[in-house]
């Protein structure tokens, strides 16, 4: 098989979906046999360079914590977190994130820019796959096409550290984070969300 010459990306946990281009290999991010067999079809294709790589695999739990089956959240920081190396979902979302930033600061050094992509609303089908949840709170989403033109865009132009994309979620997340107290961010996320709904069961 000659090898590919122009520049490729290998996105991990894309829909089965056929572009012009695009070719699909199996992986799963959370076999340690999968993850190889996927390297050695990659290398052969590519004579050996990736150019991109897009951490994109995720499942989707969407539960209070105090309600959260462990074997569930073991499963989904299999794919989330440690999936990453070889996101209960903010949780493990979160620690990706920050995991993110320590390989950004560790291989800027060898030139290797890493992009922590913080994807706010989108209208996918990870709701559809999770283990929990509906969406029946996402409102705003934007479309995938646009959040990837979006992030192609970002990588292409030498960004690096956090980008915020994702319907109007993420732009208001990107600068309440940076800009408001903590709590204030809180509410501004949550208000519309039904969390400050919750009460304690009326006692008998």
């Not at 996105?11 to 996927?38: K, Q």
């Not at 089908?125 to 990837?148: C, F, H, S, W």
């Not at 600068?175 to 008998?204: D, N, S």
């Amino acid at each position: 098989m000659t090898a590919i010459t122009k520049p490729t990306v290998l996105i991990t946990g894309c829909s089965e979906e056929s572009h012009d281009d695009v070719e699909i290999l199996p992986l799963d991010v959370t076999s340690a046999s999968s993850i190889t067999s996927c390297v050695d079809a990659v290398e052969k294709r590519t004579g050996g360079r990736l150019d991109v790589l897009v951490n994109n695999a995720g499942a989707m739990f969407s539960m209070p914590l105090l309600d959260t089956d462990i074997d569930q959240s073991k499963k989904l920081f299999e794919v989330n977190v440690w999936g990453v190396l070889a996101r209960v979902y903010n949780t493990s979302k979160a620690a990706t994130r920050w995991l993110s930033e320590t390989l950004r600061i560790g291989m800027k050094g060898l030139g290797v820019r890493v992009v922590t992509a913080m994807i706010g609303e989108v209208n996918t089908k990870i709701y559809a796959n999770g283990l929990a949840g509906t969406g029946v709170m996402q409102r705003e989403a934007e479309e995938p096409d646009v959040t990837a033109e979006n992030l192609v865009r970002d990588v292409l132009s030498g960004r690096d550290g956090h980008v915020w994309h994702g319907g109007v979620v993420a732009g208001r997340a990107k600068y309440f984070h940076w800009t408001l107290p903590e709590r204030f961010f809180e509410w501004m996320l949550l208000a519309t969300r039904g969390v400050y709904q919750i009460k304690p069961p009326q006692q008998p």
